[in-house]
């Protein structure tokens, strides 16, 4: 058989097998519907933005930029101390022992670490506190409280003077992780990849000779011509007991 298949052999394998392609498709985008409700944990993200600087009083409109420039650039700086035990261990402690009008939430630095994000836009003074959980409550109060945390121990460790919590974190129902249009989308690519690779493989390892061709260029062999099938009837002479019907007629005509 051939190593490749042109256009119209290629439409002709999908024609052949769409019903099993078709339903590759639909059951995968079933099945990655059902992971996606069953099986994967859903993630909610919650938000705080927090603005660091430094008041700098009677500074000219030159130091007072630098000073702006200055603050972008310690972003990382707070990365790394937002992140670190000094604050996650209160922030931590504080979650599991909370006032009366608060759920506890009992999570470990490490859970903490690897929950927190941080993001920030370019050249801007404001970051973003990111925090997943499978609880949106869960997520904003602990984005909140990390945020707190990180306000009063940010004045200790570095003499930061202006720290603003611009906006809190709120609880959102909308799960961030997985989303449904890319659980959608491999499902539909996982459907389509079998349906059609199954149709490809089982077209390559047939070695049913389905034309001439194959037989003239491939083999070798030259082609005599063609016996087509006949289709039988009740009323043909053409029967598998012609040869009798005619012995029998030539005995009555020497008779």
């Known amino acids: 058989m051939e190593n490749y298949f042109d256009f ?5 394998i999908i ?39 430094q008041k700098k009083v009677g500074a000219d409109l030159n130091g007072v930029y630098q000073g702006q420039q200055a603050d972008v650039q310690m972003i990382n ?47 801007s003074q404001v970051f973003a506190l990111n925090i997943k959980s499978h609880d949106p409550d869960e997520a904003a109060a602990i984005a909140n409280e990390i945020a707190s945390v990180f306000k009063r ?43 059609l690779g199954y149709a490809f493989i089982r077209e390559m390892t047939d070695t049913t000779i389905k034309d001439t061709k194959f037989l003239t260029t491939e083999l070798g062999l030259t082609d005599l011509g063609h016996i087509f099938r006949i289709q ?6 053409f029967t598998n007991s012609g040869y009798y019907k005619r012995t029998n007629m030539r005995r009555h005509r020497r008779v």
């Open 153 to 195: 121990k940010i004045g200790k460790i570095m003499s930061i003077n202006n720290v603003t919590i611009v906006s809190k974190a709120l609880p959102i129902k909308q799960k961030t992780f997985p989303k449904t249009s890319i659980m959608l989308l491999i499902g539909a690519t996982a459907g389509l990849v079998i349906g």
């Open 77 to 123: 700086t707070y990365k790394d101390i937002i992140t670190n035990q000094v604050v996650l261990k209160a922030a931590s402690q504080n979650l599991a022992n909370p006032n009366a009008t608060t759920k506890p939430y009992d999570i470990s630095v490490k859970q903490l670490q690897k929950a927190i994000s941080i993001t920030n836009n370019q050249n």
């Open 232 to 237: 039988q009837t009740q009323d043909s002479n």
């Open 15 to 53: 024609r052949k097998h769409i019903i099993f392609i078709i339903a590759s498709f639909v059951i995968c985008i079933v099945a990655a519907m059902a992971v996606e409700k069953f099986v994967i944990t859903p993630q909610y993200t919650a938000t705080t933005q927090i603005l660091v600087n």
């Open 8 to 12: 119209y052999q290629i439409l002709e």
